[in-house]
């Protein structure tokens, strides 16, 4: 069964830090472009970090650049992404994604999602 599990998800203060872990079981991750999206309440989902498969390049969102890292261990078959100096509107159901097509994530249309973990930054 294809699946990816995301946890880490938690309440934090402003300016703090969170790393969130995806992991994937029935495939292997390597060979997958991931994504990272999150939906806040009342708003649309937001893809906003991708890293692709081919060529491993990274592609952030203006609002998290200097601020989140997406990193792989293999070994783990598992994505992790790092969200440094953390603010409200940071705020959201965050989900990790995947699909061999780099395209489709850059689209917003992976195959695979995770189930969502909640991430609440407040004071």
């Known amino acids: 069964q294809v699946q990816l599990v995301e946890s880490g998800g938690a309440l934090v203060q402003p300016g703090g830090s969170l790393r969130l872990s995806c992991a994937a079981s029935?495939?292997?991750?390597?060979?997958?472009?991931i994504g990272w999206f999150r939906q806040a309440p009342g708003k649309e989902r937001e893809g906003f970090l991708c890293?692709?498969?081919?060529?491993?390049?990274?592609y952030y969102a203006d609002s998290v650049r200097g601020r989140f890292t997406i990193s792989r261990n293999n070994a783990e078959n598992t994505v992790y992404l790092q969200m440094n100096y953390l603010k409200p509107e940071d705020t959201a159901v965050y989900y990790c994604?995947?699909?061999?097509?780099?395209?489709?994530?850059?689209?917003?249309?992976?195959?695979?999602w995770g189930q969502g973990t909640q991430v609440t930054v407040s004071s």
């Open positions: 994604a995947a699909d061999p097509d780099s395209e489709k994530l850059l689209l917003g249309r992976p195959d695979t």
């Open positions: 029935g495939f292997i991750l390597e060979y997958y472009s």
């Open positions: 890293i692709t498969s081919t060529d491993g390049n990274t």
